[in-house]
Each structure stands twice: as structure tokens, then as C-alpha cells.
């Protein structure tokens, strides 16, 4: 446990203990009071007397749904996919996704456990504490994990008094080498956007806690003006939360006890299963750089991929080229506008080789692209914190889910689909026409990739 998180939490429990007891009373399983699963966000239909704005260029939705009671954004909600083993998976766009997360907190009964790279102390992020802090009194377990970095501009006081009221606080890594109780490991950050709740409810995703995720879902922002930011999050009722308890489990145990960064990785059903779930770790040989190459490689119908940041390894570059080829389907959903341009300048710096191979290549236009998904064969679906790029690969503890489904294969292209109306399609001899001061710069950005 870090310094400052000493000095923060009055807590130090032992995960391998706390995860599993529980302070309060079991609720009865007939309560009728219990929620069935995550909520999933009321979405109200546009009527025939009131018509929704049109879409991308010729109107003006973002396609991104900030607010509840509007499908402007040309998206509803799917309803929930039941898997084999009685798990029900829900997919999440946008601000509807930290809506459900809030809503499972409050419903909570015996533990709820964060993990977020960014836990931001806007209105947002100051309603979640005081939500938190509210189950803590209770007599709930609470847990949060926040990454120094990620939450290095939050006020400390949040954290402070969310442990003053009970919540057990852990931060990651500490950027301030003082407050460090072990190694100094700066570039090493938790990236992990991680909910479990009591033992049968969990959810994961792109989404951190802040504004500019949430939008209006949770609460009406008193500074509403914030850029929009499009994202997906996984909603999971059933036998497969218990995985998402072990990963977080495996970093909370990782932040109090030091040593090997390696301890804090778990692996389920990579290759085979109907659920898996990859919580990584930065290590030389880590399994995420095969398992992304193995997707492509086998592919044989479809690839639709929406990344937020695109700066990948020659090698994955080359499997999507040669996926391309043998007559799949390739389509990258990329950002049109980022909120780290360096990044947007690597990814345009693939296009003519990947264009040339016959890969469509999209840029999301209007909002900030954060999202990181992706399906294959409209079967194998991925979603969760991991970026295409080497950050997330080699420095990064990412976490992502793995369905393989073929009706949550069908919401995921359909999404992708619903991208595909807010987007630019880049075309080869337009590309071709482009600056040369472009192309210079692009070409040093993406030398200088593995920084970025």
C-alpha cells in the first residue's frame, strides 16, 4: 500500500480476507426489491409528431447520447444476451453505461468494488464518491482503486473522505516517488475500468469516472460545455462476475503487497469458451499481443474494429493486411478528432498501406472517439480498456472481455454500423493527394510510436 494511500484510508484489509465476507446481511433471495440486473437506461422513442434530428453531416446529432429520454443518436438499446451458463451480458453506449454502474451501486447489498484510471472530481465524479461513501456507512465493503496518473488533477480531499466515511482507497503507482512504498514505476499504470457488486453483478469498459463520459445520465453537469466523448461498457449479470472479483482481487492484492507486477494478471477462456476475460499486465511476454494476432489470423468473414488509439506493432498491421487479402472483410472505425493528437497522426500514417490492401478505414467525426471494441465473424466479441497501441500492450494493466456469441456478435456489428453514419470514409486516391508536410509528419510520428 502506497504512503499516501496509508494516510488515506483508515482500512488496510487483506483482499484474500475481505473478498470474502461480507459486513452486512445477506438480502433474502426473494426480495422483490433486488434488481434483476444492471438497469438497463430508458430510452424513449422518437414520435411521428416530434421526429428525432437526422444523423452526421445532414443534421445535428452526434451520435453520441449524453442525456436520457433521446434516440437521436440512431441507437437502441439491445436487450441483454443470455449465455450458456445462465450469465446475462448487456451492451453499453456512452453516458447509459456509468448510468448503469451508478444504479447497481445504489442497489448494492453487500460489496461493491472500482477500478478506474480516471476517477475525476467533477459533478460526476463527486456523485459516485458521495454514492460510495453512502454504501460505505451502511455497512458495505467498499473498495476503489484510482491510478495516480489518470487521477493526478482529482482533488485528493474526495479520496480522503470517501476512506473518512469507510470506502477502503488504494492508489496506483504513485507519481510522487515519496509516497511510494515500494518500486517507482511511473510508465507502469492501471488503465482497468473494473465494477463488481455483490458476487453476481460486474461490468467493465472504456469509461471512466467523469463528465465526459457520463454526460447527463448521472448528474446534470454544472458545466455542460465539456467536449463529448463517444465509449462502450459491458454490463454482466451471473457466473461470469465471479472473474471480474478475481481480477480485481489480483490488483488490489498487487497495490498492498508489492513485487512482481506479474501477480497482478488473470486469464480466463482465452481460446475457447463462450466468456473469457484478459487482465493483463506490461510484461516482454505477455499474452495480449498473441491473442489480438490470433483473432485476425483466423478470422474468416469479418474484422470490424472502433479504437480509440491506433498505433499498433508492424505484426498486427501485417495480420490485418493479410486478413484483407484472403477475402475478409476488414473495417477500422478510427478517430476523426482525439484528445491525443500524436496518436491520430501514427494512425494516419497506416492508411496507404492498409487501404492499399483493401481495408475500409473510417473516421469518426463530431466527438471524441474513446471506445476500444471489436468482433470477428460476428461471433467473437472484444470489449473493454485495451488500446491498440503499444502503451496498452507493453506499460499499461488493461482489462477486456471476450463473448463469443453470435447475437451479441450482431448488437456489436450493429453498432458499428450506427458509427459507420457519423463517419468519413477515407479513400485511397484522396489519401494519395495529401500534403506532403502530412506525410512527413506522420512518418516521424509513427517511428516515435512506441512513446506515444
Known amino acids: 500500500m502506497t504512503a499516501a494511500a496509508r494516510r488515506i484510508s483508515p482500512y488496510d484489509p487483506d483482499m484474500d480476507l475481505a473478498l470474502g465476507r461480507s ?26 409528431e416530434k421526429p428525432a434530428p437526422c444523423e452526421g453531416d445532414l443534421g445535428t446529432s452526434s451520435g453520441v447520447n449524453i442525456e436520457p429520454g433521446s434516440d437521436d443518436d440512431g441507437w437502441i438499446v439491445p436487450p441483454p444476451v443470455k449465455l450458456s451458463d445462465g450469465t446475462h451480458v448487456q451492451l453499453y453506449k456512452d453516458g447509459e453505461a456509468l448510468h448503469a454502474a451508478y444504479e447497481a451501486i445504489k ?21 459516485f464518491a458521495k454514492l460510495l461513501s453512502e454504501k460505505a456507512r451502511q455497512g458495505l465493503a467498499v473498495y476503489v482503486i484510482y491510478d495516480s496518473v489518470g487521477s493526478f488533477s482529482s482533488d485528493r480531499d474526495m479520496f480522503r ?6 470506502v477502503r482507497v488504494r492508489e496506483f503507482h504513485p507519481i510522487r516517488p515519496w509516497e511510494c512504498k515500494y518500486s517507482w514505476r511511473p510508465a507502469n499504470r492501471d488503465h482497468r475500468k473494473l465494477l463488481v457488486v455483490d458476487e453476481d453483478v460486474a461490468g467493465l469498459g472504456g469509461l471512466n469516472v467523469g463528465g465526459e463520459y457520463a454526460g447527463s445520465w448521472v448528474i446534470q453537469p454544472s458545466k455542460p460545455d465539456c467536449d463529448l466523448w463517444r465509449d462502450n461498457a459491458l454490463g454482466v449479470r451471473g457466473p461470469a462476475a ?35 476475460l484478459l487482465a493483463s499486465v506490461p ?13 485476425m489470423s483466423e478470422a474468416k468473414l469479418s474484422i470490424f474494429i472502433t479504437m480509440a488509439y491506433f498505433a499498433p506493432h508492424d505484426e498486427l498491421i501485417e495480420e490485418l493486411c493479410k486478413a484483407a487479402k484472403r477475402g475478409v472483410r476488414v473495417r477500422l472505425m478510427l478517430p476523426g478528432r482525439s484528445d491525443v493528437h500524436l496518436l491520430t497522426l501514427a494512425q494516419r500514417s497506416f492508411y496507404e498501406r492498409l487501404l492499399s490492401c483493401g481495408v475500409e478505414v473510417y473516421e469518426r467525426q463530431s466527438v471524441i472517439l474513446h471506445s476500444k471494441t471489436g468482433v470477428i465473424d460476428g461471433h467473437c466479441s472484444v470489449l473493454g480498456s485495451t488500446n491498440i497501441d503499444y502503451r496498452s500492450i507493453e506499460y499499461n494493466l488493461e482489462l477486456s472481455a471476450i463473448v463469443r456469441n453470435h447475437s451479441f456478435g450482431k448488437q456489436m456489428q450493429d453498432l458499428f454500423e450506427n458509427d459507420v453514419r457519423y463517419a468519413r470514409r477515407i479513400n485511397l486516391k484522396e489519401w494519395r493527394r495529401r500534403p506532403l508536410w502530412d506525410r512527413f509528419v506522420q512518418s516521424a510520428v509513427i517511428h516515435a510510436r512506441t512513446l506515444l
Open 23 to 48: 459486513t452486512t446481511k445477506s438480502a433474502p433471495p426473494d426480495n422483490p426489491h433486488a434488481p434483476a440486473a444492471p438497469p438497463a437506461p430508458y430510452r424513449e422513442k422518437a414520435s411521428p
Open 107 to 127: 442497489h448494492a447489498k453487500r460489496r461493491v468494488c472500482l477500478e478506474s484510471y480516471i476517477f475525476a472530481d467533477d459533478d460526476t465524479g463527486q456523485a
Open 161 to 166: 473522505d470517501m476512506a473518512r466515511n469507510g
Open 242 to 276: 465471479s472473474h471480474f472479483l478475481a481480477a480485481f482481487k489480483k490488483s488490489w492484492n498487487y497495490i498492498g503487497r508489492g513485487g512482481r507486477i506479474r501477480s497482478a494478471e488473470y486469464q480466463h477462456n482465452l481460446s475457447a469458451g463462450e466468456f473469457g
Open 283 to 295: 510484461a516482454i511476454n505477455s499474452p495480449l499481443r498473441g491473442f489480438l494476432c490470433n483473432l
